[in-house]
């Protein structure tokens, strides 16, 4: 504990994207800020790694060309972008049937697999097509989709067994979860915030469409250099008491009083710090009910992309593994090829306990299935294990549990006396993306800065 101790207008917990886009625009406006994050670097679920000498992303790394607030982020501090490759075939891999396919081209199921995969789509998007995404529980049916499970609504709304099991996959790669933890209506709700499913498993015009050189976290890091002394690392906040004069926030670091605070984590990481005078209880119970998704990013690296030669793409997406989605990650201009993947879902439950060296064993045993055995001799291996992230406990987003939403959806973003709410789970566009927590950060500074200039 170094005992600092200041009094500034508004305390920031947490120093990601949301924090950090907070902030910087709180100290634009003129309104004083400190920024006390918990863990010793700053970016959150965004976050730098290294593989065969260059930078990756361990952390958020993909943006699609309607996130705009990312995109103007970099384009502000000059960060570079490249496309996802997508040349040669993709691999699909659902229910014991291995088959390829072009970007552009259908999801290679059986015709009237296919079909049902659609009508799945169709009906999840139809209803996303009525939410207002800062308010999805007040869709018409929201009740029924929000009590029961995405699992159960796949039972009862087909047969197709390959269709139900790519949308597992979707669950488990998109949502990082299984099936049966989360309800239709987070399904619906993401759909609504992101342009629909189709949008958020894409890449040529979907989420996975660009990467940035030199990795998604510069941002973070170039506004945390803007804001210089006001972030402070290695300041875990443990409690927050409000009066009706201010807030006082008690972190590992110090004791700062203000008059206003925002809490920009993911909401469980939020429902663990303590309040005074404690939490109402709606604000309480969501926190309780959105647990972090499951997932462990992985990087192997290769003397070169030797899966392009092959004619495949690196993209694949598998029941059959226990890695369930890949994609090419090598970096433009380099000679060595890359592969990410995830453990996601149930796989990053089940193997978040094992050790490192099973995981990468696993892996590479997944990567030899489908691109032969030149898998087998990877130059180096760098996962991330968000479950184990001490200060994030998951990613990429927190999740609603089924009965969630509609009963305490309100209390994601409703101030509670002083203090304020940001972070993707809060967005109203690209909830769950970084997108999306810039937005929140965007929203909560101009809430402030009404209160405080009014
Ligand atoms: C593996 C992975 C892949 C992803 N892929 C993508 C992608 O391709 N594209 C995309 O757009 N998004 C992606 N995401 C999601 C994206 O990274 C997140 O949506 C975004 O970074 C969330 O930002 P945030 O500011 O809302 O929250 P966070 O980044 O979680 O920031 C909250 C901060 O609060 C800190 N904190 C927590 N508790 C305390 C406390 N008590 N005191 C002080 N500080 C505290 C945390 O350490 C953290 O730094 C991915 C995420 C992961 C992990």
Redesign the pocket.
């Given at each position: 504990m170094n005992n600092q101790s200041s009094h500034v207008d508004v305390v920031v917990?947490?120093?990601?994207?949301?924090?950090?886009?907070a902030a910087r625009d709180l100290k634009k406006a003129g309104v004083s800020v400190v920024v006390?994050?918990?863990?010793d670097?700053?970016?959150?679920?965004?976050?730098p790694g290294s593989i065969a000498g260059y930078v990756v992303?361990?952390?958020?790394?993909?943006?699609?060309s309607n996130?705009t607030h990312?995109l103007n982020l970099a384009k502000e501090f000059g960060v570079k972008m490249y496309p996802q490759y997508v040349g040669g075939e993709h691999i699909l891999d659902v229910t014991g049937r291995e088959a390829r396919y072009k970007e552009g081209e259908d999801l290679p199921l059986e015709p009237a697999d296919l079909a049902e995969f659609n009508r799945l789509v169709g009906e999840i998007e139809a209803v996303a097509g009525k939410v207002d995404v800062a308010a999805p529980w007040t869709v018409e049916g929201a009740d029924g989709f929000d009590a029961q499970t995405f699992e159960n609504w796949l039972q009862n709304s087909t047969t197709s067994e390959p269709a139900r099991a790519v949308h597992r996959l979707i669950a488990q790669t998109i949502f990082?979860s299984q099936p049966g933890q989360l309800s239709p209506l987070t399904a619906i709700f993401y759909a609504a915030a992101d342009e629909g499913i189709e949008h958020m498993i894409g890449t040529v015009g979907g989420?996975?469409e660009t990467l940035f050189v030199g990795g998604?976290w510069q941002m973070?890091s170039k506004m945390a250099e803007e804001l210089g002394d006001a972030v402070i690392v290695n300041?875990?906040?443990?409690s927050i008491a409000q009066t009706d004069g201010g807030v006082t926030v008690t972190?590992d670091a110090g004791v700062w009083t203000a008059a206003l605070a925002v809490?920009?984590?993911?909401p469980p990481?939020?429902g663990?710090?303590s309040y005074t005078p404690p939490m109402p209880p709606r604000r309480d119970a969501l926190t309780q009910r959105m647990p972090m998704g499951s997932?462990?990013?992985l990087h192997v690296a290769y003397q070169t992309p030797f899966w392009r030669d092959k004619g495949l793409s690196g993209a694949i997406l598998s029941d059959r593994t226990v890695t369930g989605m890949w994609m090419d990650h090598t970096i433009p201009g380099v000679e060595t090829g890359g592969m990410v993947g995830?453990f996601a879902g149930g796989h990053a439950q089940a193997w978040a306990e094992r050790s490192p060296e099973e995981r990468r064993a696993r892996a590479i045993e997944d990567l030899v299935t489908y691109l032969g055995p030149e898998a087998n001799n990877p130059i180096e291996y760098v996962e991330?294990s968000?479950l184990a992230?001490?200060?994030?406990r998951?990613?990429?987003?927190a999740i609603p549990s089924p009965g969630a939403l509609t009963a305490f959806g309100p209390a994601l973003r409703e101030p509670v006396g002083r203090i304020h709410w940001?972070?993707?789970?809060?967005?109203d566009v690209?909830v769950?993306?970084?997108?999306?927590?810039?937005q929140?950060?965007e929203r909560v500074a101009g809430e402030i800065v009404k209160q405080l200039k009014p």
């Open positions: 917990v947490g120093a990601g994207y949301a924090g950090l886009t006390l994050e918990a863990d670097r700053v970016g959150g679920r965004s976050m992303d361990l952390g958020g790394q993909w943006v699609g996130q990312l990082c989420a996975q998604a973070a300041a875990p906040v443990r972190s809490v920009a984590t993911a990481m939020a663990r710090i997932i462990i990013k995830f991330q968000w992230a001490p200060w994030q998951g990613a990429y987003m940001a972070g993707t789970e809060t967005a690209n769950g993306y970084i997108d999306g927590a810039i929140s950060g």
